[in-house]
């Protein structure tokens, strides 16, 4: 069988550069975010964005935060070895309080739209560290405009959480504000101590020691 190769999703408006310094254990190729359509599902925007790549049965999908909803979304219609989430909300797992009080009360609705891409950018900033690393992040992601960041909330908060056909891991931060779930339900559910939502570039080498002797191990 030809060799696994993984395709690597970023976080909310980042782009490939957050993992300029990451090794991975199999040929990895790195995916950039598109512009959404204006009220486009998950779904939607997942096979817009993945269809155009010759992603094979053999192949992994690994994503950071908005790159692992977007990850589990496309696996449940497309054969993988496994997904792997980073920092991520996983299918089964449910939503804070906070974040279905968005849905309920329509806030996102009528929201300004800067109200919300300054609201993304303070969870940015929540328990995050190193700040240099977080600059770079945030820098990255005033490339997108406001109405990006309000798809992307409303997007997330109505997903739909199918269930993906092949395994899902997950590998988190314990002091994650941003998405401080836990992913019980994971087939692998991995916490990082002291880590935050910037995991993949304060415990790189944590994080590439699991994927090496946790999941390679896992692949057929």
Request: hydrophobic residues 45%; neutral net charge.
């Amino acid at each position: 069988m030809a060799e696994a190769r993984v395709w690597v999703l970023p976080g909310m408006g980042a782009d490939s550069r957050i993992f300029k310094q990451f090794a991975f254990p199999w040929q990895a190729t790195y995916l950039e975010w598109i512009m959404p359509v204006e009220k486009e599902s998950i779904a939607s925007y997942a096979d817009r964005m993945l269809n155009t790549h010759p992603i094979e049965e053999n192949d992994l999908l690994l994503g950071f935060s908005l790159g692992g909803i977007i990850a589990q979304e496309w696996a449940s219609r497309n054969k993988v070895q496994r997904v792997v989430i980073l920092n991520s909300v996983h299918y089964q797992t449910p939503l804070r309080p906070l974040y279905r009080r968005l849905v309920k009360t329509g806030m996102l609705k009528w929201a300004p739209k800067e109200s919300i891409r300054k609201f993304i950018f303070f969870m940015a900033r929540l328990n995050s560290r190193p700040q240099a690393e977080l600059d770079h992040v945030l820098e990255m992601m005033e490339q997108f405009p406001c109405a990006y960041y309000r798809w992307v909330l409303e997007a997330v908060l109505n997903w739909e959480r199918p269930a993906p056909l092949c395994p899902v891991d997950s590998i988190r931060g314990d002091h994650d504000v941003v998405f401080p779930f836990e992913n019980k339900k994971a087939d692998n559910d991995w916490v990082l101590t002291n880590a935050t939502h910037l995991s993949f570039q304060t415990h790189t080498a944590q994080i590439a020691k699991l994927l090496k002797e946790g999941v390679d191990p896992l692949l057929s």
